[in-house]
């Protein structure tokens, strides 16, 4: 069965940088989009942007473009998604997804960041 | 942007009642539009893409209707399971969501 797995909890400083990683079981890799979306405590879902497994393009939210990198590793069927510059309004859960909002859409379990000082 | 605004924000209704849940657009998205159900602690599930099909394992109670701006998820009975929070998200033009409607148990 489908499987996204996300890595564990972290807990960052303002200013630093966070590389959540979504390893992807159960299907082929390359066949479908990974998608990030973000929810901070008590509000709506965020989309973050996506990536194309296949040929690595990746597209941002205009939100996000200055500092989030989403790339992938084929070889580990993985996504990663790295978030530069965090704020403390960055602490949220972020979730990998997989064809979003279309027939085989699947989540990962989600990684809470939190940034604190 | 496209903004989705949902209606109503919360909704108090009893087991084996029926719910009708609003998502309305600020500017058309075609059928891109998709329902989430999303219970505490949990990744969102999707109910219903592309306006109305439903997706793999969702009961026939769950219907999603509405194109263009104006758009309806409908809850024919509900069951004690179904009490979470409901999220609309479009694709037509990036991606965004709705800012959710909690259904609550009266």
């Known amino acids: 069965q489908v499987q996204l797995v996300q890595s564990g909890a972290e807990v960052k400083k303002p200013g630093a940088s966070v590389k959540v990683s979504c390893k992807a079981s159960?299907?082929?890799?390359?066949?479908?989009?990974i998608h990030w979306v973000r929810q901070a405590p008590g509000q709506r879902l965020e989309w973050m942007g996506w990536?194309?497994?296949?040929?690595?393009?990746?597209k941002y939210s205009q939100r996000f473009q200055d500092r989030v990198t989403i790339t992938r590793d084929t070889s580990a069927s993985t996504a990663y998604m790295e978030l530069s510059s965090l704020k403390f309004e960055d602490t949220a859960v972020y979730y990998c997804?997989?064809?979003?909002?279309?027939?085989?859409?699947?989540w990962g379990q989600g990684t809470l960041v939190t940034v604190s000082s | 942007e496209v903004v989705l605004t949902q209606s109503p924000a919360a909704l108090s209704l009893s087991p084996g009642e029926g719910a009708t849940l609003s998502c309305r657009a600020s500017?058309?998205?075609?059928?891109?539009l998709a329902w989430y159900q999303q219970k505490p602690g949990q990744a969102p599930r999707l109910l219903i893409y592309?306006?109305?099909n439903r997706a793999t394992g969702i009961p026939a109670r769950f219907s999603g209707s509405g194109s263009g701006t104006d758009f309806t998820l409908t809850i024919s009975s509900l069951e004690p399971e179904d009490f979470a929070v409901y999220y609309c998200?479009?694709?037509?033009?990036?991606?965004?969501f709705g800012q959710g409607t909690r259904l609550e148990i009266k």
């Open positions: 998200q479009q694709r037509n033009n990036w991606i965004t």
């Open positions: 990536i194309n497994p296949g040929n690595g393009n990746a």
């Open positions: 997804a997989r064809s979003l909002a279309a027939a085989g859409d699947s």
């Open positions: 159960g299907y082929t890799f390359t066949a479908n989009a």
């Open positions: 500017q058309s998205v075609s059928s891109y």
């Open positions: 592309d306006a109305s």
